[in-house]
């Protein structure tokens, strides 16, 4: 039983609409056409899908963005942009790449909660780094001492995961959480009941570690695929270690080859997975195991407002993905101001929205899923 709620649970989507682009690059508003259709108007050689960290993203980004921006504001054309994101590699640089691309001024609040160090805000150049998600009040205020108008002519850009929910250093253990159900789920389901998972759960948190970056390319399908490939004892963890070690397995490339040159030698419950994983990974897909990401999403909408009304807010954060009281409070000031507040997010759509059957118990997208607030009003 889901507990009744007397305090108003929200949706990302209050803030956004549907003016959201997951990793599929398909909008879910309908107005504004996806990548597959769209990429020749984008400027793009080919319909293989970019990524955050791919230079064409700029350009794929700012076309949505553009359009999004005519639907909210059709008198008026862009000219600045705000990104509100948790990572400086990933959402740093995706925010200088769309404004290099357009030329419009803005900044990019890259915040975390790290209460074990005094609070700190720094600034290199237009990138604003906080270790408290308060400091976007501070931000707005700089932005706003800077010259910036922050009205109908300012795109906000908002990732999701760890900024927008689940804030990193404060909440984001159960996105992390949904993760490892995910995988978990994923293993019961291919190895039985009777799998070892305490293995399993000890193999990710091993290989969920900056130092194997390279070899899970910061990318969870790939991680869950080694996990249960290690897992199931098909090339275990040890034999991982010492290939990347002596540099022989240091991409997911190296090892997904590896498991075919043993596809023989798979048991049977493993067989068509790996099939499936690998079949997607050579046609390009940098979302090849879609199970996983499914029940990842079911395991996130399940800690969506779960906690009931009384719930401490060491529990909340521990247990249910909340909105995130900072960010939602700089949005809001945004957009009575006039500003247009859109989110992307590198995750995989499999991952944030229903299959058809899902959708028909009533399961939602996760920016329409209700959840907490939590965290410090900003007092703007």
Known sequence: MFPVHHVPLH????????FVVYRNLQPFDPRVPGFQQAWREMGLRG?????KQDPAYAQVAVWFL?????LHAPETPPTE????????????????????TTGWPGSAF?????????????????????NRWEGLGDWLRALLARGLALDRRTIVIVDIDKTALGGRGRNDGPIDATRLIGMTETVRAALGPNADFETFTAIYNELNRPAYKDLTADNQDYLAY?????????LPLPEIQTGHTQDKMNDFASFITAIEARGVRLPSSLRDLHLTVYTAFQAGDPTPFKDFRREEYRAAVKRMGNLPDDASTAERYQNEICLTREVWDACIWLAQRGALITSFSDKPDEACAPTPDLAALGLLPVHHTPTHIAGNALGL
């Open 110 to 130: 890259i915040g975390t909660e790290d209460l074990a160090q005094p609070a700190a805000m720094t600034w290199d150049d237009d990138l604003c780094i906080a």
């Open 81 to 100: 942009v705000l990104l509100i994101g948790d990572t400086l590699g990933n959402d740093g640089g995706a925010f200088r790449m769309v404004a290099s």
């Open 47 to 51: 319909p293989q899908l970019v990524r």
């Open 11 to 18: 949706t990302l989507s209050e803030l956004t609409g549907d």
């Open 226 to 234: 080694i996990c249960i490939m290690a897992g199931a004892g098909v």
């Open 66 to 70: 553009e359009r999004f921006h005519a």
